[in-house]
């Protein structure tokens, strides 16, 4: 089955540094790879996703790469603010899985 | 509507109780997953419901059963729990089974056996 390892698992940056948090997973037929957000208490959030079709896609501060013949992908946050700490997980999916393979999570903290 | 509810939010429980957990969703998605998650940890796959059959079981103990009465809701139906059981619990929809379309988690219940 597919494994997906994150690291690093504790990030602490200064306000307006850039994070960066990576995952590598081992299936090489896995298409799908979602990063989630989660606040304390709170439900993991979509933030950002990408398809193996493409390389890099960017949301305002949030851009995700994925380099398929490495097999890894990777979380940038740039501008990162003090809202940004939480927990981050990478997934993966692909075809023929019926659920997503989290990664063991990324706690950002982002110091005023 | 483009949220999965669950209900209770909160639930404490003895280990001899009977307790069941409600998620439901109105988005027409036709896969539904139930997740376990300790703190700290990343959600745990436990079962997903794919057309209202249960698709995978992922060696859940029997003291957690599964129910899908429809394509909007479905249940966890929680008997003889251990205090080690105690997580927040997941629910999660998708549109058709695969989770890279509208893949949406609920809110969870923290459950807590005593």
């Known amino acids: 089955g597919e494994n997906v390892e994150q690291h690093p698992s504790t990030l602490s940056v200064q306000e307006g540094d850039s994070a960066v948090i990576k995952c590598t997973y081992s299936d090489s037929a896995s298409n799908y790879f979602p990063w989630y957000k989660q606040e304390l208490g709170k439900r993991p959030q979509l933030i950002i996703d990408i398809r193996s079709n493409v390389g890099e896609k960017k949301d305002q501060r949030i851009a995700v790469t994925l380099n398929k013949t490495a097999k890894h992908f990777s979380l940038h946050i740039t501008e990162t603010q ?6 981050y997980f990478c997934a993966a ?20 | 509507d483009t949220e999965v509810t669950q209900t209770p939010k909160h639930l404490v429980m003895g280990m001899t109780n009977k307790k069941s957990l409600k998620c439901e ?10 997740y376990k998650q300790k703190a700290k940890k990343p959600p745990e796959l436990m079962f997903v419901y794919s057309y209202e059959k249960l698709s995978i079981n992922e060696s859940v103990p029997s003291r957690f059963s599964p129910e899908c009465p429809n394509s909007s809701l479905l249940n966890l139906h929680l008997h003889a729990l251990q205090p080690e059981d105690s997580a927040l619990y997941l629910c999660a929809s998708s549109q058709d089974g695969a989770p890279d379309y509208g893949y949406t988690f609920g809110s969870g219940t923290r459950l807590t056996v005593v």
Do not use: C, I, K, N
């Open chain 2, 25 to 34: 969703q109105h988005m027409g998605h036709r896969a539904m997953y139930w």
């Open chain 1, 93 to 112: 999916s692909g075809p023929g899985r019926r659920a997503l393979t989290f990664g063991s999570g990324t706690r950002l903290q982002v110091q005023p």
């Open chain 1, 82 to 87: 003090p809202e940004d700490s939480a927990v």
